[in-house]
């Protein structure tokens, strides 16, 4: 029986290899913090770390998760200290917050692999999650606050 | 304390000259005078002011207000508050801004409220239709009331446990002190937790006894310092929308709905999906035919399984034959090309002033144009959803919903049972915008819910939620204008053709109703003597309902596209032609003007909330000063400007876009000054502001429904674009006018949005001389 890893917890699973981790997580785990926006990978609502890298989960099957680490938004940190998180809050960046979570793991992921990310690079991150709200312009800051920028 | 004492004893010594003038007889001698009225302050410095109530348009709503304090707010004898949030929490801040007001004025230590979330019950909280930019608007009386009640009994109660005067007694953050006969305070105090029993058990006192604090004394109101309540929840994944329910034994659910407007199913084949693994049942909703619809359900084929990847991947496997019914020929194409020869024609007068055929024939010059508007999906990040259960004579439903009430009442009807028996849980929202005030996605749950004979949380796909939505509305606005030999505009044509949200909830005529022509249409505050607005006719072919800024959206890129357009023909600057063109400060005589008998002022009398072209003009001009109006710009970049008074708010805009190298427009900065009157959270009206220029560059550039075959053709955000990170409004400068103490409350999310979308035309023409005239425009400028 495959193996998930979730937020550092062995999941057995013996479910339809099919399905997707999004759908895993949300409707077997009770892990509701990931979201469902689009169901394609073109909103990023769904974004978790496939081992420390951000991924869509509304593509990523069980059979794909298998073996790997999966963290979601309830996973990124045990305090809710993570630098991105306690960027957004100092930055006030949620409107609706449906998003955020989103949001936050592919910031998270970017400042992962790139300590000091430009402006342009920010942008190329983080332009597949997409904010009704509009929201953006925070977004934006927050992540070069969370770098530790200014 | 102690820094608290000396604080106390410095403030006391700024004392206001009158002495010996009871509050009691201000009172009732200024009362009658303007709305605020300061009162002299003969005790300590936190002086407390009676206010006088201004009429609003919650009057007109159901179930009105309620402003009583022991519906709102409760105190544990720990001294925690709990502070009932009634408005639905979409984004706008509004569950923790109005609380805000409660705490505030109450003198309650904000770290020591806690929230709760309402369920659907007006008949207890006051109208909860959270749309309309209504929330701050309609409650911030009844709020302030509320906090200045529950202050007034602690401190009544603190008296009588004392034995002293109340006047010798003064709530203070949390507490209720003591004062000596020279009103300085003696050290003594009571929490409010050691005074809610007594107090509760006052009788509240009447409004027009209360007296209220004085903005100077404000903690929370105007300070936007106070974060919004859910912000650590959102951060962590912990705050819990539509969808984020469970319940024991509940199922997931999806349904393929009618692709048409009306269509009804006429055979299906569900062999394949019962096979599906996980899938457990296939039910039959049955439909509503009825004319008009409301928010009646559509009906379809509901699956029913173990997880939502199941119940999806069954509804992929259904088989159904539809007939499409009468709005089959619905075409966007073919539409747009009716709706512009209707505009050409006159259509029925719904504002005339003046004699604008004269003006016509005598003008020397004339303006004429069609702007053209695509049908928009609200399209908010979550998708619809509700959770449902059934049993024993009594349902139980969750939902990301702006009415509540609405709603509960409807799910009653439905389900057959007294209103008592249904509950309305409202979750956070993933956003609203319109689309989440229709409760028929509800309405399916709960059926579908009684149906099964379990639970069910019934998910609607971002699919389903694009093709089965209450779409803005399409249009063309037709603006002509006609100018004399001095270059004045003497006469003024608006027709206004677009398919009616009335036909959602009466007969279609065709026609607008007098909430759209409210929205920027016959209140356009010009000062031209000649001025008629028309109405042709469009009847609608799918469900029309509200979003964001509703009618706004096209008659303001209408009108604030022609009135620079108007300018550069007549070389003139657009910001001085606007200015020009509004005229005189002046409040307008709405009669005098031609007005209809029946115009709508976003619900509000008009007494209270009266069109004042001052206010229009200073946002205009704070706007172009903020943004540099007049600098030169670089090659391919430009300056436009627009303007709107709109939800008792005044906004002007003023776009930076420039054109890069490959065509694509981008917006580097955008300057929005607003006036809405005594605001409360600035920190969130900015946010709203923000917000308001990403969708206002949604609704201009990338976002178009378009039906053929009287379907929906987007589907996803793959084909109904959002501006995303690579392309939005990049620095939105937001500048809150600091209105006088006393200027009504006036809305904020909805007025932003509407204006964005001229601006945007006018800097684009000012970079490029291309105008563009039809949203959405597209990101490349040909």
């Known amino acids: 029986m495959p193996t998930i890893t979730v937020n550092g ?51 990523t099957t069980a059979s794909e998760a298998a073996g790997k680490n999966i963290t979601t938004i309830e996973g990124l940190s045990e305090d809710g200290e993570h630098p991105v998180q306690k960027a957004w809050r100092e930055l006030s960046v949620p409107q609706c917050g449906f998003c955020q979570a989103g949001q936050i793991m592919q910031a998270a992921s970017l400042l992962q692999k790139n300590r000091a990310p430009s402006d342009e690079q920010i942008v190329e991150e983080m332009s597949g999650n997409l904010c009704r709200c509009g929201c953006y312009q925070r977004i934006h800051d927050a992540v070069r606050l969370a770098a530790g920028g200014a | 304390m102690l820094h608290y004492l000396q604080n106390l004893e410095v403030k006391t010594t700024r004392e206001i000259a009158i002495e010996n003038v009871s509050r009691r007889g201000m009172l009732g001698g200024l009362l009658a005078g303007t709305a605020f009225v300061l009162a002299f302050r003969v005790g300590p410095a936190e002086a407390r002011e009676p206010l006088k109530p201004y009429p609003t348009g919650a009057d007109g709503m159901p179930h009105k207000t309620v402003a009583d304090p022991n519906v709102f707010i409760s105190i544990d004898a720990d001294g925690a508050v709990t502070i009932v949030t009634h408005r639905a929490e979409m984004g706008t801040g509004i569950r923790t801004s109005l609380p805000m007001v409660i705490a505030d004025e109450m003198e309650a230590d904000w770290s020591r409220v806690k929230l709760v979330q309402a369920q659907g019950d007006e008949p207890k909280y006051g109208n909860q239709d959270t749309d309309g930019s209504r929330s701050m608007r309609h409650f911030i009386q ?23 005067d109340p006047s010798l007694v003064r709530a203070k953050n949390h507490e209720v002190i003591l004062l000596d006969k020279n009103k300085k ?67 997931y659910a999806v349904m393929a709905r009618p692709p048409v407007l009306g269509g009804k199913m006429t055979k299906y084949d569900a062999a394949a999906t019962l096979k599906t693994v996980g899938v457990e049942a296939v039910h039959e909703i049955e439909g509503v035919y009825k004319n008009p619809r409301g928010f009646a359900i559509l009906g379809g084929i509901a699956v029913v399984a173990n997880s939502t990847y199941a119940a999806i991947t069954g509804k992929d496997a259904l088989k159904i ?36 055929d004269a003006a016509f024939k005598n003008a020397s010059q004339v303006f004429s144009a069609d702007y053209h508007a695509a049908h928009m999906a609200p399209a908010a990040m979550e998708p619809l959803v509700a959770i449902a259960r059934v049993a024993d004579g009594k349902a139980e439903v969750w939902a990301p919903i702006q009415s509540p009430y609405g709603a509960r009442k409807d799910l009653a009807e439905a389900l057959k049972m ?43 796909t971002r699919e389903d939620d694009m093709r089965n939505c209450f779409y803005h509305t399409v249009s063309v606005e037709r603006i002509e204008a006609a100018i004399d030999d001095k270059g004045k505009v003497t006469g003024w044509r608006h027709r206004s053709v677009a398919p009616s949200i009335i036909s959602t909830f009466k007969e279609d005529d065709g026609y607008s109703f007098p909430i759209e022509y409210g929205m920027g249409f016959v209140n356009t505050p010009f000062d031209v003597p000649n001025v008629r607005c028309e109405n042709g006719k469009a009847m609608a072919h799918t469900r029309i309902g509200w979003f964001r800024s509703v009618s706004s959206i096209p008659h303001t890129f209408a009108v604030q596209s022609a009135v620079t357009e108007i300018a550069h023909q007549l070389g003139r600057d657009p910001k001085d032609f606007l200015l020009e063109l ?73 776009v930076h876009a420039k054109i890069d190298a490959d065509g694509v427009m981008r917006v580097p900065e955008v300057t929005t000054a607003i006036d809405c009157g005594f605001y409360v959270n600035p920190e969130r009206i900015r946010s709203q502001l923000e917000g308001a220029a990403v969708m206002g560059m949604s609704n201009a550039v990338y976002s178009g429904i378009t039906f053929k075959g009287g379907a929906v053709e987007q589907s996803n955000f793959t084909d109904y674009l959002i501006p995303s990170m690579s392309n939005y409004p990049q620095k939105v400068n937001v500048h809150i006018i600091d209105a006088p103490a006393g200027t009504h409350s006036g809305g904020v999310g909805e007025p932003a949005v509407a204006p964005f979308c001229a601006a945007l035309a006018n800097a684009v023409f000012a970079a490029s001389k291309k105008r563009l005239r039809s949203m959405p425009m597209g990101e490349k400028v040909a």
């Open chain 2, 321 to 356: 034959e539809w007939d499409h019914g009468a709005n089959a020929s619905y075409d966007s194409v073919v539409y747009d090309k009716e709706m512009t020869a209707t505009a050409a024609e006159p259509g029925k007068v719904i504002r005339n002033q003046g004699d604008p």
């Open chain 2, 185 to 251: 305070a003696t050290g003594k105090a009571l929490g409010f937790g050691e005074l809610a029993e007594a107090a509760k058990a006052l009788p509240v006192p009447a409004q027009e006894t209360l007296l209220y604090k004085t903005p100077d004394e404000f903690t929370l109101m105007r300070k936007g310092e106070a974060k919004i309540a859910d912000l650590r929840d959102i951060t962590t994944g912990k705050a819990v929308y539509g969808a984020d329910i469970r319940l024991p034994g509940m199922k």
């Open chain 2, 142 to 164: 009844p709020m302030r009331q509320c906090g200045a009640a529950m202050r007034t009994m602690l401190e009544a109660a603190a008296a009588a446990k004392w034995g002293v």
């Open chain 2, 582 to 654: 509004i005229g005189p400060d002046r409040k307008l005589d709405i009669k005098a003007l031609g007005f209809p008998e029946d115009f709508w002022n976003y619900g509000d009398p008009y007494e209270s909330f009266p069109i004042d072209t001052s206010r229009l003009k200073n946002v205009i001009r704070i706007a172009a000063e903020k943004a540099g109006w007049g600098k030169k710009m670089p090659e391919k970049h430009g300056l436009g400007i627009a303007a709107h008074c709109a939800w008792s708010s005044y906004v002007a805009t003023v």
């Open chain 1, 9 to 59: 917890q062995n999941k057995d699973y013996s479910g339809d290899a099919n399905m997707p981790l999004l759908w895993y997580l949300r409707d077997e785990l009770n892990l509701t913090g990931t979201k469902y926006g689009c169901g394609v990978g073109v909103c990023g609502a769904c974004t978790v770390h496939v081992d420390g890298v951000a991924m869509r989960s509304c593509l």
């Open chain 2, 418 to 460: 007294p209103i008592e028996n249904v509950t309305v849980h409202v979750t956070l929202l993933g956003g609203g915008f319109g689309r989440k005030s229709k409760w028929d996605f509800m309405v399916e749950a709960a059926l579908l819910a009684q149906k099964v004979g379990a639970p069910v949380l019934l998910q609607w």
